[in-house]
């Protein structure tokens, strides 16, 4: 694994180009920049994941604060950059739909890592079916902050699709968590979650197993980016916040972990980039 170290934090991110970190990716989270865990000097791991305290879980499922760039439109299955069973999906490499219906990695994508003070930078290019982009993600480590940044250019004939969404798994206290949002920030009555009086989400019960869980659509004020200020149980908060404002703006939880995932949904016109920002703002120790 690559490091990120200060004297608070330790953050591990897995290294696209080694073998044993490999066997922990698949089609779903970005290769590149996947932080796997963060932990603090003093009371250990700060995040976790659908099956934690499981150390190897299954691709799919991951830990720690990945990210993803979609193959398909989410609530439609529309192939996106896939045509005729092959294509490519951005941040993992060129990929192939077999006769299950499964999708494979033909050709992992090949990453350039760049090591600074403090940050780490991965930058790669990918091409096919007349889409070609350049993606770069660096993450940043300062104090007990750290910073996910990405930019992903349009270099092809086409307009390429950008359906990214990140993921972060946080931790439970008792399989529960508070989420203070925006408060122009809204969500349906569900049977998973409510918000209390002062505008945090709560969870409506404990779920039992990890197949026990809510997923539900927030409602996202156009004009306002996201702010979340989570509770934890070795921290005196977790803020996670963006520099944009999100298309769309789930949540999803089980009895091992919580999960509050901005979206982007959009087109790159050929010769135009898009770039932004993640930031984790991990609280004192209690």
């Not at 922990?24 to 994941?49: A, E, F, H, S």
């Not at 659908?50 to 989410?74: C, D, M, T, Y």
Request: hydrophobic letters at 35%.
């Amino acid at each position: 694994m690559l490091s990120l170290r200060n004297a608070a934090l330790a953050v591990d991110l897995l290294d696209p180009a080694d073998a044993v970190d490999r066997q922990r990716l698949g089609t779903r989270y970005c290769w590149g920049g996947y932080i796997w865990q963060v932990t603090d000097t003093k009371v250990g791991p700060l995040v976790t994941g659908p099956e934690w305290p499981v150390s190897k879980p299954i691709p799919f499922n991951g830990q720690g604060l990945p990210e993803s760039f979609r193959h398909a439109e989410f609530g439609t299955g529309r192939p996106l950059i896939i045509e005729d069973r092959r294509g490519f999906i951005i941040g993992i490499g060129d990929v192939g739909l077999n006769m299950a219906g499964v999708l494979d990695v033909l050709a992992p994508c090949p990453w350039s890592i760049t090591n600074s003070h403090g940050a780490i930078e991965f930058c790669t290019e990918q091409s096919g079916n007349g889409y070609a982009c350049q993606l770069t993600r660096r993450v940043a480590l300062s104090g007990r902050t750290l910073t996910s940044s990405t930019r992903l250019a349009n270099i092809g004939e086409r307009p390429l699709p950008l359906h990214w969404f990140a993921h972060p798994f946080f931790a439970l206290d008792d399989r529960l968590i508070t989420c203070g949002l925006p408060p122009s920030w809204g969500m349906d009555e569900n049977v998973g979650y409510e918000f209390d009086d002062q505008h945090r989400l709560t969870f409506k019960r404990r779920f039992q197993h990890r197949d026990d869980g809510h997923f539900e659509q927030l409602k996202v004020d156009p004009a306002t980016p996201l702010r979340a200020v989570l509770s934890h149980p070795k921290l005196s908060e977790v803020i996670f916040t963006t520099d944009f404002v999100p298309d769309s703006c789930p949540v999803w939880g089980n009895s091992n972990t919580w999960s509050i995932e901005p979206y982007i949904a959009t087109d790159l016109a050929p010769g135009t980039d898009r770039s932004w920002t993640l930031t984790y703002e991990f609280g004192a120790v209690k």
